[in-house]
Each structure stands twice: as C-alpha cells, then as structure tokens.
C-alpha cells in the first residue's frame, strides 16, 4: 500500500500562484525504492485529467498541453515528495488537485488507470 497526502490547495486570483506538495509513504516501487508519481484534477462534472507526472528519478517530467509553461512537477525523494508549482492560473484551473501513485509501471502514463494510489485531493479555486 502507498499512502498519499496532499496540501497546498486554496482560493487565488487569477494571475496568481500556489504550490501543492504530496508525502508519500508505505510500499516501495516494482522497478526501486521510489516510483512515478503525477498530479491529476477533475473539476465539476468533468472527467478526471492528467495535469503533470514525473519518473522516479525527477529526471522526466511531463506536462499536460494546458499547463506547460506554467506548471512545474518536481519530487524531492529524501523526503518522499512531489510538488506541483502553479504559476499563472487561471479561472478555468479550478479543480480538485489529485497526488498519484504508480509503484508498478517504470514509465509515466497520462492515464488514471494506470495509477493505482491516490490522495485525498486537495481544492484548488481561482477566482477572475
């Protein structure tokens, strides 16, 4: 099992920043000790998206089209972390933020299935 703990969501203006961190802890992975991990958001009525994942290492990082050039994933495996700074946000941003685990697959993946563990998501609202 892998434990997922999320913060950092909250109320911004557009423009504006915020930084979500997520522990993880429990099983190691398939393929080491650490696994990919990537940050995915549904807003309401919508379907659950992929926003951003990153390898074990921090050594590849993938951004959603929507988010590139904005957002930023980045861990910190001393302290079993991945963060997801998000600059520029929009109204349209407005979501539940989601931390995700896959501690079985050594290649990120864009889709939720392949994500086995996930946080209790974290509200995330920009306000125009």
């Known amino acids: 099992q892998v434990q997922l703990v999320e913060s950092g969501g909250g109320l911004v203006q557009a423009g504006g920043s915020l930084r979500l961190a997520c522990a993880a802890s429990?099983?190691?992975?398939?393929?080491?000790?650490?696994?990919?991990m990537g940050w995915f958001r549904q807003a309401p009525g919508k379907e659950r998206e992929f926003v951003a994942g990153i390898n074990w290492s921090g050594g590849r990082t993938y951004h959603a089209d929507s988010v590139k050039g904005r957002f930023t994933i980045s861990r910190d495996n001393a302290k079993n972390s991945v963060y997801l700074q998000m600059n520029s946000l929009k109204p349209e941003d407005t979501a539940v933020y989601y931390c995700?685990?896959?501690?079985?697959?050594?290649?990120?993946?864009?889709?939720?299935?392949?994500?086995?563990?996930w946080g209790q998501g974290t509200q995330v609202t920009v306000s125009s």
């Open positions: 429990g099983r190691t992975g398939s393929y080491g000790t650490y696994y990919v």
């Open positions: 995700a685990a896959d501690p079985d697959h050594a290649g990120v993946s864009y889709s939720p299935s392949m994500y086995a563990y």
